[in-house]
């Protein structure tokens, strides 16, 4: 028999599972409380239960807890790369970044990815599988313990496509905003998507006040779909529209993420039709010089073409920032920690 997900439930399910056991409904606020605020590491932890309750949990329910497999810590601000193991043996790569307004968390939705975006190095070797909620969320209770601290911003921007992952993306959101829960506030989650146009329309009908991040790279379709296969299926006025839709429903200001490659999408042209792209959206423009990975020929432009292409946009009056650089001295692109481990694709 397989055993239940206990750490996936909500406060709702819990309760049923415990009254089902001729317990009072307290007891499954306890417990929901060890996991999710003191972030238990087993059943025997919960000191306020009783051993004969612990002991039926242990028996019907797993208990997900992430095995810390490397960890690596920036000496020039702080930032630190995480490499979990999960139950079944799949790899997965977690970021603590430290600001000053607070712990930043960047999580992984998926192990591996079937997007294939060209410059991505989490996609190379295709998808391993979902994550759970409970796993998605474990990769912050297990960060915030180890650094002893609180954790107040996550973004879902590590490995995989969290749309690709939807209902599961759902319930961690649910479990992680929760005031039962760690409690973070919905306008400090931020989801980021390649752009599968159905699931931003759905999202957008939830109303959550989270942050939708488009993962957008190119100022037009043709380019577009040579950096993303996606664009093959959702073209990208169809892309717009729904980022369109996102804002018009929840009223949060939609990101858009571009990452700038040297002679692919970085000329003053491609900045001018970017902003007429997104001429009168609500917006903000994170451009992230490319971090480049071995298997494929990217690079970065100059820090004077940076520059020139965010004046550009400004002058059309678009918000833009260019991403400021975490841990630049503990790893490469993003995945490629997992996949030295995984694959022998890295040194
Ligand atoms: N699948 C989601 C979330 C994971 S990727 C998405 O596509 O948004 C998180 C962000 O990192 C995306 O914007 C992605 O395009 C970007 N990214 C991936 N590889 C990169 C690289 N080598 N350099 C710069 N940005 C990269």
Redesign the pocket.
């Known amino acids: 028999m397989t055993k239940a997900d206990i750490k996936s439930w909500n406060r709702k399910e819990l309760e049923e599972f415990i009254v089902d056991r001729g317990e009072k409904p307290f007891r499954a606020r306890q417990i929901y409380a060890w996991l999710h605020q003191r972030q238990a590491a087993s059943f025997q932890e919960m000191t306020d239960i009783s051993k004969d309750l612990k002991e039926q949990l242990a028996k019907s329910c797993e208990l997900t807890v992430l095995r810390q497999e490397r960890r690596q810590i920036s000496t020039i601000d702080g930032t630190r790369k995480y490499l979990f193991a999960l139950a079944d043996g799949a790899m997965i790569e977690s970021v603590l970044m430290r600001y000053k307004h607070g712990n930043s968390v960047c999580i992984s939705?998926q192990a591996g990815?079937r997007?294939g975006?060209r410059?991505?190095?989490?996609t190379l070797d295709g998808l391993v599988r979902n994550l759970t909620p409970a796993e998605m969320l474990d990769q912050i209770y297990r960060i915030s313990s180890d650094i002893g601290e609180r954790i107040s911003n996550v973004v879902?921007?590590?490995?995989?496509?969290?749309?690709?992952n939807y209902e599961n993306l759902l319930k961690f959101l649910e479990l992680l905003t929760d005031q039962w829960g760690l409690h973070i506030s919905q306008r400090n989650v931020t989801v980021?998507?390649?752009?599968i146009v159905p699931r931003i329309r759905e999202l957008a009908e939830k109303k959550l006040q989270i942050t939708l991040?488009?993962?957008l790279?190119a100022p037009n379709q043709q380019k577009r779909l040579e950096l993303?296969p996606v664009a093959n299926k959702y073209e990208l006025h169809e892309v717009m529209e729904a980022c369109w839709y996102y804002f018009e429903q929840t009223g949060r200001r939609v990101t858009f993420?571009y990452?700038l490659a040297g002679g692919v999408n970085d000329r003053e042209s491609d900045a001018r039709e970017l902003a007429e792209l997104l001429g009168g959206l609500n917006c903000h423009v994170n451009l992230?010089?490319?971090?480049?990975?071995r298997e494929r020929k990217?690079q970065q432009p100059n820090g004077n073409v940076i520059q020139k292409f965010k004046n550009k946009l400004e002058k059309y009056g678009i918000n833009v920032t260019i991403r400021r650089e975490m841990g630049r001295d503990i790893d490469g692109?993003?995945?490629q920690l997992r996949r030295r481990y995984t694959s022998g694709g890295g040194e």
């Open positions: 939705s990815c997007m975006c410059f991505c190095a989490s879902v921007m590590g490995t995989g496509e969290p749309l690709d980021s998507t390649c752009g991040a488009l993962s790279h993303m993420e990452a992230i010089p490319v971090n480049p990975i990217f692109a993003c995945g």
